[in-house]
């Protein structure tokens, strides 16, 4: 199993320039997840989806959209990128919503 | 508003002795409770939860303590090992709302 996986691993982007970052779990967890990690702030959570389908926002939703059109995987969007939005992008997914298993990051640099 | 926090940002221990790291929270509402931990370039890996039912749960050299009147738990790392090195944070999660609110982290350095 491969468990998280996320794409791409590294990604430059210039201001207003757009982007998809994919992640797919082969657990077949319900629940999916993206986080933003920057310093000092530890782990924020962007949006989440609690079953294939569906998707909420999370606490800091603004500049980014979401989809998760199969089970086994959630997309994150940047329509419009800016350089606040520089950072390391996480996805998770899980059974529960608790124990949660990360993919190993991608880490955007918006110029 | 900081629901969870660790007011920590690293914390050095010799090889051997042991490590505590600790997390404050504010919502009495949490009622299960996570410690991830971090290598760099890595995504956290989880390693230990508690319910609020319980005030300790152990795994091997791992054990977290509760103590919801002071909205306070803690990790205990018996004995530390170098390859404990890596950031630990510290989640907390209400009722059944699927979601974790994570502190900022704690960078744990084991000295050989």
């Known amino acids: 199993n491969a468990g998280v996986t996320q794409t791409p691993k590294f990604r430059v982007l210039k201001t207003g320039q757009s982007m998809t970052l994919l992640c797919a779990q082969d657990?077949?967890?319900?629940?999916m997840y993206w986080y933003r990690q920057d310093p000092g702030m530890g782990l924020r959570l962007i949006h989440y989806?609690?079953?294939?389908?569906?998707?909420a926002k999370g606490e800091v939703p603004d500049g980014y959209n979401v989809s998760r059109l199969k089970k086994q995987n959630f997309l994150l969007g940047l329509e419009s990128a800016a350089p606040s939005q520089t950072s390391v992008y996480f996805c998770?997914?899980?059974?529960?919503?608790?124990?949660?298993?990360f993919g190993p990051g991608t880490r955007l640099t918006v110029t | 508003d900081q629901q969870v926090k660790q007011n920590s940002p690293s914390l050095s221990v010799q090889e051997g002795r042991i490590s505590i790291l600790n997390c404050d929270y504010t919502?009495?509402?949490?009622?299960?409770f996570l410690w991830y931990k971090k290598y760099p370039a890595e995504g956290p890996t989880f390693l230990i939860s508690?319910?609020?039912?319980?005030d300790k749960n152990e795994d091997g050299r791992f054990t977290v303590f509760l103590n919801k009147s002071a909205k306070h738990l803690s990790l205990h790392i018996v004995p530390s090992q170098p390859g404990d090195s890596a950031v630990y944070f510290c989640?907390?999660?209400?009722?059944?709302?699927?979601?974790?609110?994570f502190g900022k982290g704690t960078l744990l350095t084991v000295n050989p």
């Open positions: 998770a997914s899980s059974w529960t919503g608790y124990e949660q298993y």
């Open positions: 657990m077949n967890h319900e629940y």
């Open positions: 989806s609690v079953g294939e389908g569906t998707t």
């Open positions: 919502n009495s509402m949490f009622d299960y």
């Open positions: 508690i319910s609020s039912i319980k």
């Open positions: 989640a907390a999660s209400r009722g059944s709302n699927y979601k974790l609110t």
